[in-house]
């Protein structure tokens, strides 16, 4: 198991770094895009659609460590009662299941729409950049995310001493 | 009534789309089934893009689409928003609808959904923050232009395009991210440019038009009864529903330029002769490049363009 | 109306039961969609339909242009801390404040305005100060009922002050002008430091052990002082000035749209802290991972927000609530007393932001019917969503002091807390009153000409 978790961690930094990267240049492309309009009065004519796109790569791309993380924004009023029963494993187990089944049906949706976009020629309106990598990309990335929520759901039910290792 | 068709919208709840334009639409069903068929309207179910994904998937019946929204999959319904056609958007839109049914329908660039009614908002003029005397003082300037033939009219022009939806307009204005922008007039009154592009600069004919279709699911229309259906398609949808859309624009028109010359400061420039003749040359070259890309889907372009200019010409 | 209302229902059970909020709404809502659609919930034609709205809704949220100031807003606040900047501000309120009774706590409140001013978070704010502040306040001997919640009260006016991400979120779900919710976010923003400062001397006026006067700056000292905030005066001129238009001269020319307002803020902040030896390689990684993370749980928390919208909208419960009010002929100020009474018990239990989400979809419909300004209410919901951040029994940023300071209960500071969401209360029936406090300034802003 042990290994395991270990790749799975190296393997994480990826698509972390490729965010990072993404939002810095949204940055330094945001600054530069209003002071070429200031001063030369010649703005970036492409940033809506590189800020898209690189709201696509930050939001997604984190998605399944954030996921991993326990990141995702939840309220935790019940769980004095749920500890006090020992029952906040299986909770946690049956709810991480049922979300990471139920995450299916988005991601194959997803799919199928990039794959329509890809039929009717797609593309963003400056840069010419195909849609349906978008879809591709989100589609992939929401599919990591519904597997991380399985595994961890499964980990809660079965072996919740890893994950308190990896929090 | 029987069936409730549900509509998927996006503009403002102010804006004529949704104040008059959908209503004038339920009005006309009803009307023709005797208020068997009517309609809700639902707004904000997704953005512009997204509404014929809606559509053919039927997570909403009937919906409105601005084909410059989706680069890529429109290309014939650029015939429409080239600049130089003479008439309203009441004339462009009937002679829409018959350019689609002769030769535009070929590309099947809407397949998936059904087509009730295509039209166009009046010619887009010239909105700026500072006066303009001629047409070059546009190069250099920094104009919000939509996608499609407004964008290439734009570069031809020398500005440079800066893209935000249409209800950022204002605030794009009036922050002063951009010079002006190139829209109907009809927006002069519904997106306040009074207040922030106090200067039409008005091109006869036009700086290019803007192509919408009113799209319907398939099996929601299959669903209905046949004696429905062939009244629908008989008395409303296509050639008629688009000619009340058409009509609709117009009155917006109108009714923003009474609103601009009763506003103080507001000014209202004509393209001098000189100028018109200039732009028509630069329009020529956008004219071919887009009847070339319509060609290349396999429509007759010429015929098309042709048929479009002797019916808007003869309206 | 009753589909939407059991709806409703059991997105509350699902979210009690833990299950995170985008999967809580987004499951409700793609069901409910489908049942709409379809006539049930197992309806294979309802459920193409509804899933269709659902993968939209994926792909469109993350390519809104305007959620880019999320990210970029966020970024800004974490390259402030970086750059030491909370510590300037304190030692700053510090030198004016510091030498009267409960004046640390006063000047832990001033500052906490001041980061407000650059920093879009209140979770940001208070883990922020709590760091700076707590410790001196610890150092002359104050209690720590008042440290802590001078620190935790404080830190809410992170999403009134401008800039707010809640605020930003509040304007991406109804449509409204994001520069205007900002711009009206200022008198009451200022209103509640001047409330929390009240609320400090009334501690201290009840208990005068609890907040001892500090030492007396000298002129010399607070001059001193005063020179080393200019880099948080920066930013926050350049951000709020650029979206007002302020810096619209010749040859500046620098107006910004809200999210080059915040491209511009972070890039200001990043080249602080960078100047200021505060980043390395790493220590810049992990401040845009950190942002990334953030960006990503509130964008999946917002796309399941408006599936569950898109579900209320379709099953017609705004239109009911619509009706329910002008067939019984409520008045108005009722309707609203009744909103800010189901927002202040929501309150005690929710997380700020899920309050947001879960509400505005429902009552905004309404409020902009009765003819209300939906920026007057856009501050109305966030200074009800800033008194829940500080009631029992969850208060979040209660829980972030907690979890800062460790050895204080969060019975403590919830004790301490109390007389500052009381001046809460008065601020907001004050606003509820007196629109005229939110709108003056918005409505300024369309007359700036341009
Ligand atoms: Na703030
Ligand atoms: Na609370």
Redesign the interface.
Known sequence: MKPVILLARRASLLPVVLASVALFTLMIMTFADVLLRSALNAPIEQATELTRIFMVIIVFGVMPVMTARGDHISVDLTDGIFYRLRLNNVRDGLVYIVCGVMMFWPVQRVWVLAERWRSYGDVTEYLAFPQFYVGWFIAAFTALTAIVMLVIGLLHLFAPRFLERTQ | ADHTLVISSWAPPTHNINAKMWPKFVEMIEEATDGQVTAELKLGLAPPPAQMDLIMDGAADVSIIFHGYQAGRFVTTKLIELPGFPGNAEAASVAYWRAFDAHLSNANEHRGVKVVALHTHGPAQLHTADPMENLDDIAGLKLRIPGGVGGDVGSALGATGIQVPAPKVYETLASKAADGVVMPVDSRKGFKLTEVAPHLYEMPGGFYRGSFAFIMNEDAFAGLPEDLRTVLDEEVFGEPLSREIGKIWDAGDLESLEVTKETEGNTITIASEADQEKFAGIAADVIETVLNEIEATGVDAEAAYEMVMSEMSSY | MTVALIGFALVLIL?????????AM??VG?LG?AYE?GGSIFDT?GL?????????????T???????VV??FI?MGLFVNKGGMARELYAVSNAFLGHFRGGIAMATVAACGGFSAICGSSLATAATMSKVAMPQMRRYGYSDELSTASIAAGGTLGILIPPSVILVIYGLLT?T?I?KLFMAGIIPGAMGILFYLFAVRWTVFRNPDSGPAGERSSWMERLVALRSVWAVLLLFFLVIGG?Y?VL?VHP??????P??A???G??GA?LIALSRGGLTLAS??EV??E???????????LIGAQIFS?FV??AGLPEALIGLVTAYDVPNFVVILMILGIYIVLGC???S??MLLLTVPIFFPLITQLGYDPIWFGIVVVVVTEISLITP??GLNVFILKGVVGDVSTGTIFRGVTPFWVVDIIRLALIVTIPWLVLVLPDQM?A?G?
């Open positions: 979210v009690l039961l833990r299950m995170p909020i985008v999967f987004g499951l793609t969609y659609r034609r193409n339909a509804s899933l269709s709205m659902v993968g939209r809704q994926i792909t469109d993350a390519q809104d242009y305007g959620l880019s990210p970029l970024l449509e002008s520069g979206l238009g619209d500046l020319n620098l107006t910004f749209s999210t080059e915040a491209g511009m972070a890039m990043f810049t990684f845009l991972k942002t990334a993370f953030t960006a990503s749980a509130l964008f999946a928390v898109n909208n379709l239990v929710f997380e932001l899920s029994p969850v369309g700036l341009h």
